[in-house]
Each structure stands twice: as structure tokens, then as C-alpha cells.
């Protein structure tokens, strides 16, 4: 997870999202940031969120903190490329422009994942705090995307497997 403002990304370095990704974790690996007995705590941790029953007996549950202290990383960084990640038939990288169009896809997928406008926790406060205006929060989170995609490259980037998107994200920047 990543916070932006127009130009600058803010780390959140230790949110578990990547830490069940095959992919990840196997970079990780090789790159000596995960141990092999780490690794195994993941698989165990995965085995017991299938079957809770037997999560009083494994014990503690992995811990990305500790796995990934050593991961070097930066806590602001310009934002230079947005890609927008799709699931189709062949592995391919298109330009998705700077139009509407693409601020509205990457608006969509935001809210998708983040729907906090519908969240009735947060109408119940802003009905008690009016200061707390969601309808400004969204048109903030608007312009905000809206300057990210006039100010950056944005691709399309499509595969076939979902594993793929890490490493042809790596190629077309040149890492």
C-alpha cells in the first residue's frame, strides 16, 4: 500500500499485501531478505488460515516486520510511471494516454479496492462532523489522480498470469 499526493508516493513498507505472492516471496528468497525458515512460516500460516482449528496449535503467525527489516527502501519517491494491470489473453504494454478515460479507470479501480465513500462508519461521523465532507474527500482523491495521469507515463499492462506483472513492470522501466 502506497500513499500519494500529486507528485510523490509515501512508503507503507510493512503492509502484508506482496508478502503471500509467490513471486515476491521467491524474489525475496534469492535476494536474502526471507530465510528458508521464514518462508516455511508463511506456508504454515497460509495451511492454517484453511483450517483455523489447528491456528491455537502452530503459534505465532509470520511476521512481515521481522522478515523484511533488512529491506531497504525509500520513504518518498517521485512518482514517474503508473501502470494499470489487466488480465487478458497475450503479455503486451500499451500507453493509456492522459485522458478521462484513464483518470476513470484509475478512479474506478481505487474505489473499488478503497470504497470508503459507502463505508457507514465514515457517513455516520461526517453526518455528526459536517467538516468531514466525503463528497470532498472524493473530488480531492479526483484531482489528485487527475494530476498524477497528466504529470506521469501511464501504461496498460496486460497478462496472461499475474505472477508476470512484477518482472515486465521492471523491463519496461529498465531495472
Do not use: Q
Request: charged share 30%.
Amino acid at each position: 500500500m502506497t500513499i500519494v499526493d500529486k507528485e510523490y508516493a509515501y512508503s507503507c513498507p510493512f503492509t502484508t499485501t506482496y508478502l503471500h505472492s509467490e513471486y515476491v516471496k521467491k524474489e525475496a528468497e534469492k535476494a536474502g531478505l526471507i530465510t528458508r525458515a521464514n518462508s516455511a512460516k508463511i506456508l504454515l500460516d497460509r495451511f492454517s488460515m484453511k483450517f483455523p482449528v489447528i491456528r491455537h496449535f502452530i503459534g505465532r503467525r509470520a511476521d512481515p516486520l521481522k522478515m523484511m527489516g533488512s529491506l531497504e527502501y525509500k520513504m518518498k519517491a517521485r512518482i514517474t510511471a503508473i501502470f494499470i494491470l489487466r488480465r487478458g489473453a497475450s503479455n503486451h504494454i500499451e500507453d493509456a494516454g492522459k485522458g478521462d478515460k484513464t483518470v476513470w479507470e484509475i478512479l474506478h479501480c481505487n474505489r473499488s479496492e478503497f470504497y470508503y465513500f459507502s463505508d457507514r462508519l465514515l457517513l455516520s461521523y461526517s453526518y455528526y462532523h459536517p467538516e468531514y465532507n466525503l463528497s470532498e474527500l472524493m473530488n480531492r482523491e479526483y484531482l489528485v489522480i487527475k494530476s498524477l495521469v497528466e504529470n506521469t507515463d501511464c501504461f496498460i499492462l496486460e497478462c496472461r498470469d499475474p505472477s508476470d506483472f512484477p518482472k515486465m513492470v521492471r523491463d519496461k522501466l529498465g531495472y
